[in-house]
C-alpha cells in the first residue's frame, strides 16, 4: 500500500532543500553474535558530530507517479558513485515507491565524510534524502515511519533521522535515546589506511565477543552527566580485529589515550576519534598524532541527525 499523507503543518511543497548529514562516532560498540540474517548482533553507543556532508535535493518535476526520474552529482568528482549505487539514489527510490510518487529529482552529494573510515557517511546522506524528501513532497511521514524506511537501506541509516546520543542494539535499527552530549572536544583522525567493514566483521572470533557486561542505561546516564570529565567504559570489539594487523593505527589510538576521556576507533574504522576537556589539549593532541597523508577534524556534539539548512521557491 503506499503512503500519502500531508504534512499537518505545511502541506504545501518546496522545490529545493539541503539538508547537513553529520558523521556519528562509536562511543561504544560491542559485538554479541553473528545473526541468521547475515548481519551481526551489536550494542553500541552513537553520536553524532559536527563534520557533515551535504544533500541537495531539487523536486524539479512533481509528475504522476511511476518511478523517479533521478540524477545524481557528486563533489568533490570521484569520492561516491553517481548512479544507483549510491545509498543516496536508493534512499530517493525507496522514497517515491513507497509513497507512490514519481517526478525528477536532481541531487547534489558534496562529501566532506570520508569513506572507509567508520564515520557513517554513506548511512547519513540516505538518511538526509529522506528528510528532504519528507519536506519536498509534503508526505509528512513521522520520525518511526522514516527510520523504519532507512533500516531497509542499512542499519545504522535509522539513527540518523534523529541522532544525536542514541544505543542501538540487534543489528543496529532497535534505537532508545540517552541524556544529550553537549561538552567533550572531539578529534577526530583519518589514517591513509583503508579498510572494508565487512572484511572487519568477518575477521572476529565470535568466542570471544561475550566478553563485556549488557551497557546499563543507569550508569551510562550517570557518566554522561559528567561527560567528558571523569572516566568512561567504552570499548570498541572490532578493534581486536584491526589493531593487530595495522600498527600504525594501532600506535595512533595509543598516544590518544594518553590524555584523552576516551579515545576510540570509529566503529570498523579507520578513522579513529578522541574526547577532551579542553581546546588546548585537543590540540596538543593533534599535534603529536597527525602524520603526512593524514587527516584530522576538530568537531563537537552535533545534537541532532539530518537536519534542514535551507528549502527555497516554495510554491
Known amino acids: 500500500m503506499h503512503e500519502r499523507r500531508s504534512h ?31 548481519y551481526h548482533e ?9 563534520l557533515c556532508d551535504e544533500v541537495r535535493v531539487e523536486l524539479r518535476d512533481r509528475g504522476a507517479g511511476g518511478p523517479p526520474r533521478i540524477s545524481l552529482s557528486v563533489e568533490p568528482f570521484g569520492a561516491a558513485p553517481e548512479s544507483p549505487l549510491n545509498l543516496v539514489w536508493r534512499a530517493a527510490e525507496l522514497f517515491c515507491r513507497t509513497c507512490g510518487l514519481g517526478g525528477d529529482l536532481g541531487l547534489k552529494l558534496t562529501k566532506r565524510i570520508p569513506t572507509e573510515a567508520g ?17 519536498l513532497y509534503g508526505t509528512g511521514l513521522s520520525l518511526e515511519r522514516l527510520e523504519e ?22 543489528r543496529g535499527t532497535d534505537l532508545q535515546a540517552l541524556p544529550a ?21 568477518a575477521g572476529l572470533n565470535m568466542g570471544l565477543t561475550l566478553r563485556s557486561p549488557k ?5 551510562v546516564e550517570a557518566l554522561i552527566a559528567r561527560f567528558p570529565t571523569g572516566s568512561w567504559f ?19 589510538v595509543q598516544s590518544l589515550r594518553e590524555n584523552a576521556t576516551v ?17 588546548r589539549r585537543r590540540e596538543l593532541a593533534r599535534q603529536e598524532a597527525v602524520q603526512p597523508g593524514w587527516y584530522a577534524w576538530d568537531v563537537d556534539p552535533w545534537p541532532g541527525g539530518a537536519r534542514v539548512r535551507d528549502d527555497t521557491d516554495r510554491e
Open 42 to 50: 551489536i550494542e553500541t553507543i552513537l553520536q553524532t558530530v559536527s
Open 181 to 201: 552530549i553537549t561538552k567533550g572536544k572531539f578529534l577526530i583522525v583519518k589514517p591513509d589506511i583503508a579498510l572494508r567493514t565487512s572484511d572487519v566483521y
Open 263 to 279: 579515545a576510540l576507533m570509529c566503529g570498523s574504522g579507520s578513522a579513529v576519534f578522541a574526547v577532551y576537556g579542553d581546546e
Open 119 to 135: 564515520l557513517g557517511g554513506g548511512s547519513s546522506d540516505a538518511a538526509a534524502v529522506l528528510v528532504a524528501c519528507n519536506r
Open 215 to 219: 551497557v546499563n542505561i543507569r550508569t
Open 8 to 38: 499537518p503543518e505545511d502541506t504545501s511543497a518546496c522545490r529545493a532543500v539541503v539538508v547537513a548529514a553529520p558523521a556519528k562516532v562509536n562511543l561504544h560498540l560491542e559485538v554479541l553474535r553473528a545473526r541468521a540474517d547475515g
Open 149 to 170: 524506511l532507512g533500516a531497509e537501506l542499512g542499519s545504522d541509516v535509522p539513527f540518523f533521522i534523529r541522532g544525536g546520543t542514541q544505543v542501538a542494539r540487534g
Open 234 to 252: 567504552g570499548a570498541n570489539r572490532l578493534e581486536d580485529v584491526v589493531l593487530p594487523t595495522q600498527p600504525a593505527l594501532q600506535r595512533l
